[in-house]
């Protein structure tokens, strides 16, 4: 069953402290990426990873950093959360060769607030 | 600015209806167009794509339309039914070897009216 899988899926938090979103999927997909969804802005792209070790900025980059050890797993860290980080975090991968390769598999989103 | 763009934030349409949602775009380097789909509390899934080459894709009642000289693609759902209510997510990218850094636009809640 191909699954993109996110954890956890609400999360509070407080401004200045870490948070890790944790995501992973059981596809072997190369490449992975985290967005984030803001009411009139669509899904905007954090970070992309190509494999493992192969990460590159996407268009909101500052703030935000994301670690790939494993293909199955992409973690994105926000070191000191503000507020203005508060949102919805879509994690997504793409097979990234071969047929149908651009296609995205989202996970589920997290829901994040930060006070 | 906002480098795929959304003309309508919402659309209604009655049951059994056409509709054309619209979807345009800045960078002339793009070649890979899609639209999302998104329940409410669901994750977006990939509805229909295209690749610059064609300027049509047809899959059953859902159909893409692209205007590279325009620089506009646009979604034609016929038939319309309860569940096409949603909210559709226009996506272009440029494609790097398999993947592309796609950008969405900012979604349109279309509501399918019986």
């Known amino acids: 069953d191909m699954k993109v899988t996110q954890m956890p899926r609400y999360l509070i938090k407080r401004m200045g402290e870490n948070v890790l979103l944790e995501c992973g999927q059981d596809?072997?997909?190369?490449?992975m990426y985290w967005y984030r969804q803001d009411p009139g802005l669509g899904l905007q792209l954090i970070y992309i990873?190509?494999?493992?070790?192969?990460?590159s900025e996407g268009d909101i980059p500052k703030g935000y950093r994301v670690s790939r050890k494993k293909r199955e797993h992409f973690s994105l860290i926000l070191d000191s959360a503000k507020t203005n980080q508060t949102s919805v975090y879509f994690c997504?991968?793409?097979?990234?060769?071969?047929?149908?390769?651009?296609?995205?598999?989202f996970g589920s989103g997290t829901r994040l607030t930060v006070l | 600015g906002q480098q795929v763009k959304q003309s309508s934030p919402s659309l209604t349409v009655q049951e059994g209806g056409i509709l054309i949602l619209n979807c345009d775009y800045e960078n002339d380097m793009f070649d890979y167009f899609a639209w999302y789909k998104k329940y409410p509390d669901n994750s977006p899934t990939l509805l229909i794509s295209v690749r610059s080459n064609v300027d049509k894709r047809e899959d059953g009642r859902f159909t893409v339309f692209l205007n590279k000289s325009g620089k506009h693609f646009s979604l034609h759902i016929t038939a319309s039914q309860p569940e096409d209510t949603a909210v559709y997510l226009c996506a272009a990218g440029a494609l790097q070897g398999g993947s592309a850094k796609l950008i969405f636009g900012e979604g349109t809640k279309l509501t399918v009216s019986s």
């Open positions: 596809m072997s997909h190369e490449t």
């Open positions: 997504a991968s793409s097979l990234g060769t071969g047929s149908s390769a651009e296609t995205l598999y």
């Open positions: 990873s190509y494999d493992v070790d192969s990460n």
